[in-house]
């Protein structure tokens, strides 16, 4: 199966960059399909950035779009986000997940992360 390991959570600046990494230490992606999801405080799990395996087509939230790039590195098994232009409204619990779909609606995933928080503060 596949199992997904985060890294990069952490304090950052407002305004400032970030990066986070999610590896896959479980099975090869077949037709796979990654996205990042994030979880404010208080609030509800909400989808950030995907990217697809076919042609690796990207779709962001309309609160990212323009800051935020998602990215793979299929050699690697990691999924990225890098994040610039920082927000305190940012600060969340950031989940990567996988979905077994060339061309997915990001609707459903199959498996996830643990979990990294990024705080935004200065």
């Known amino acids: 199966q596949v199992r997904l390991v985060q890294s990069g959570g952490g304090i950052v600046q407002p305004g400032r960059a970030h990066r986070l990494s999610c590896q896959n230490i479980?099975?090869?992606?077949?037709?796979?399909?990654l996205a990042w999801f994030r979880r404010i405080p208080g609030g509800e799990r909400e989808f950030v950035a995907g990217?697809?395996?076919?042609?690796?087509?990207?779709k962001y939230a309309d609160s990212v779009k323009g800051r935020f790039t998602i990215s793979r590195d299929d050699a690697l098994k990691t999924v990225y986000l890098h994040m610039e232009s920082l927000k305190p409204e940012d600060t969340a619990i950031y989940y990567c997940?996988?979905?077994?779909?060339?061309?997915?609606?990001?609707?459903?995933?199959?498996?996830w992360g643990e979990g990294t928080l990024v705080i935004v503060s200065s």
């Open positions: 990217i697809s395996w076919l042609l690796g087509a990207t």
């Open positions: 479980g099975r090869d992606l077949d037709r796979d399909s």
């Open positions: 997940a996988v979905v077994y779909s060339a061309t997915p609606d990001y609707r459903q995933m199959d498996y």
